[in-house]
């Protein structure tokens, strides 16, 4: 039950391990900033601590950043540790073998898909933009942001693409396995996100199929993760939509409730609409290509 024909801990307990640990460490690394914004909200309101985090955190990027950002932290260190002292194995055979170009380009490939989605909602009147283009709103949240995104971008991909498909690899697993595990595993672990729709949950299958891709014809993390974090960057905190149902604070302000939430996310951001399940397999068509000649 617990070991395999090879005498080695099954890929699951591994995995379930390390999501129990990530959960722990995550929990862990939030405190400092839950204790500071309890004594704010204690002190701003007389003796009175607002219960629902979110609204007390929607106006205070800084201190959603370090809530957040130190659970992602967190995160990270407990991937790390996991995949030394349990896997017994480096970060190079996590993932992390140096490819600028892959990252470079994960990056403008996250970027644009998310500026193509956006300009096309707007030219066929999904969605209305409220500032106008020469005047974009440069606030605290677009910095803060992009360091939340960043880090996500990298916890992420550590976790769902580098820990859990070399974990199952190490393990003779088949391949359209460790595929749909890791995907799978991605898409519940955002499963009590605000907002959550069946197809947003849906997409996040697809784009975590999508990331496996990548992290395979590359054989590193660095263009899923720079996809990821563009993707995410620019889809809050450029065009103001949600991501994956958490508020936006985007440079540019836009309305969607007129439009089709089957096309624009409605609430849960882009990822809930058909339009991001298009763009997502696009992604494979792209990265095929941009690796067709590669020898890995």
């Known amino acids: ?14 995995i379930l391990i390390g ?20 004594v704010t909200e204690f002190t701003n309101q007389s003796a ?15 201190m ?3 809530i957040q950002g130190g659970g992602t932290i967190g995160g990270i260190l407990a991937t790390i540790l996991l995949w030394k002292f349990l896997n017994k194995k480096t970060l190079k055979e996590l993932g992390f073998k140096r490819s600028w170009k892959d990252f470079g380009f994960g990056l403008f490939l996250g970027a644009i898909s998310i500026t193509l989605i956006f300009l096309f909602l707007l030219a066929i009147g999904e969605i209305e933009l409220l500032n106008s283009f ?44 460790i595929y749909l595990v890791s995907a799978v595993v991605f898409s519940v ?28 014809r590359t054989n590193n993390l660095w263009l899923p993760i720079g996809y990821h974090i563009t993707w995410n960057y620019f889809q809050g905190s450029v065009f103001g939509f949600a ?13 969607s409730t007129n ?7 409605g609430a849960f951001g882009l990822e809930g609409g058909l339009i991001a399940t298009v763009f997502i397999l696009i992604g494979f068509l792209i990265t095929w290509l941009y690796t067709k000649n590669r020898i890995v």
């Open 1 to 14: 039950m617990f070991t395999n024909q090879n005498n080695q801990i099954r890929s699951g307990w591994i």
């Open 134 to 177: 020469s005047q974009p709103d440069f606030n605290v949240f677009t910095f803060s942001f992009l360091i939340m995104f960043i880090l996500v971008g990298f916890f992420e991909e550590m976790f769902f693409r580098g820990y859990v498909m070399q974990t199952m690899a190490s393990r003779q697993n088949k391949k359209w396995l």
């Open 19 to 38: 999501l129990i640990a990530m959960y722990i460490a995550q929990s862990i690394f939030s405190i400092p900033g839950m204790l500071f914004l309890a």
């Open 243 to 255: 991501v994956s149902g958490i508020s936006p604070h985007g440079l540019y302000q836009i309305d």
């Open 189 to 216: 672990a955002h499963g009590a996100n605000p907002n959550v729709s069946i197809i947003g949950l849906l997409n996040i299958v697809f784009v975590g199929l999508l990331f496996a891709y990548m992290f395979e």
């Open 48 to 62: 009175t601590i607002t219960i629902d985090i979110m609204s007390a955190l929607e106006n205070r990027p800084w």
């Open 259 to 265: 439009g089709n939430t089957l096309l624009t996310g």
């Open 64 to 66: 959603l950043l370090l």
